[in-house]
């Protein structure tokens, strides 16, 4: 989304917000563990025009929620409802992707010592695609995909489950056996997509929106 401040206020703008219908608050940006607050700085002179400023707001799970913005002498809120877009199951995913042309033919289990350690116990498919593997795993709800962080870092993972403001159940496993992992969630579903076509990595996108760990 695109924040707009007007020519007449030239002050800096504090954003913040939480979920009104539950507990959670909102984050912006990017990265796994995104901030909690957006700040739009002062404008850097007085003949200033509109300012316009790109943001990314983060949500675990669908509700009403409320942004809080903050300036010199006034602090506004703006309510909204945040509802899940595009497939948000693995059927939906496997049928989203049958009808952008791939095959997605299923291939059996998906064998990798490092990913099927730390998600083994979940129900999960393997799909063929001349672009590369897709692997799914379909979770209980929307909460139980989006507390989960996976961390690359060269040639080994992270798998962490949050649970409220605290992480626990840290695995850490090197992998070598897997070409490039990208990974995607939406609504209550974990998509893998192993390897680094151009034209699928933008698919993925489209339809599951910006990977959140990998490659």
């Known amino acids: 989304m695109t924040w707009i401040v007007r020519s007449r206020y030239r002050g800096p703008l504090l954003i913040r917000g939480r979920q009104l219908d539950g507990t959670r608050v909102l984050h912006f940006e990017h990265g796994q563990i995104p901030g909690t607050e957006r700040w739009i700085p002062r404008a850097r002179s ?8 790109s943001s990314r707001t983060r949500l675990r799970a669908p509700g009403c ?3 809080q913005v903050d300036g010199l002498g006034f602090s506004r809120v703006f309510v909204f409802e945040a ?5 948000g199951t693995v059927d939906e995913i496997v049928s989203a992707l ?3 042309g ?5 291939d059996g289990l998906f064998h990798s010592f490092a990913f099927g350690y730390f998600l083994g116990g979940l129900a999960r498919q393997r799909f063929e695609n001349p672009a590369g593997e897709v692997i799914l795993w379909q979770f209980i709800s929307f909460t139980a995909v989006h507390q989960l962080l996976i961390v690359g870092s060269g040639q080994s993972i992270e798998v962490v489950h949050q649970y409220g403001r605290e992480s626990a159940a840290i695995f850490c496993c090197p992998y070598w056996d897997v070409p490039p992992p990208h990974w995607y969630r939406n609504g209550s579903a974990l998509a893998l997509y192993l390897g680094s076509d151009a034209a699928m990595l933008k698919t993925m996108e489209e339809l599951l929106g910006e990977q959140f760990a990998g490659a």
């Open 46 to 53: 007085r003949k200033s025009s509109e300012r316009r400023y």
């Open 65 to 67: 929620y409320a942004y």
């Open 83 to 87: 509802k899940t877009s595009g497939p």
């Open 98 to 100: 049958r009808t952008r």
């Open 102 to 106: 791939l095959p997605m033919e299923q």
